[in-house]
């Protein structure tokens, strides 16, 4: 990819032995709230739709179609808030628990 490409990120950070990918489609209306504690310290991309974020604190956000997202905070719902169905793609960091010699 270079400069002058369109950013696509599809092409990005297929599943590895460091990083997997998880692809979440709403539907309008749909919401998720299990399960979403997997999704913190994720790169979030947003490719369609609209969807609004609640945190466990009570904050909630709107993002629209383009917008990528670091979630640092834990998530309690994720509701797609728009009339067209919600595309995300989150990179998460695999945990590599080391054996320790004793």
Do not use: Y
Not at 36 to 64: H, K, P, S, Y
Not at 94 to 101: F, I
């Amino acid at each position: 990819m270079s400069c002058d490409d369109d950013f696509d990120p599809e092409q990005l950070a297929r599943d590895s032995a460091d990083f997997f990918r998880r692809v979440v489609e709403l539907e309008p209306g749909q919401e998720l709230s299990g399960g979403l504690g997997a999704w913190r310290d994720a790169i979030v991309f947003l490719t369609d739709g609209e969807v609004e974020l609640t945190c466990v604190d009570g904050g909630r956000r709107r993002f629209t179609g383009g917008a990528v997202l670091c979630l640092t905070l834990t998530i309690r719902l994720l509701r797609n808030s728009g009339a067209e169905p919600a595309r995300l793609i989150a990179i998460s960091r695999r945990v590599h628990l080391q054996k320790r010699s004793g």
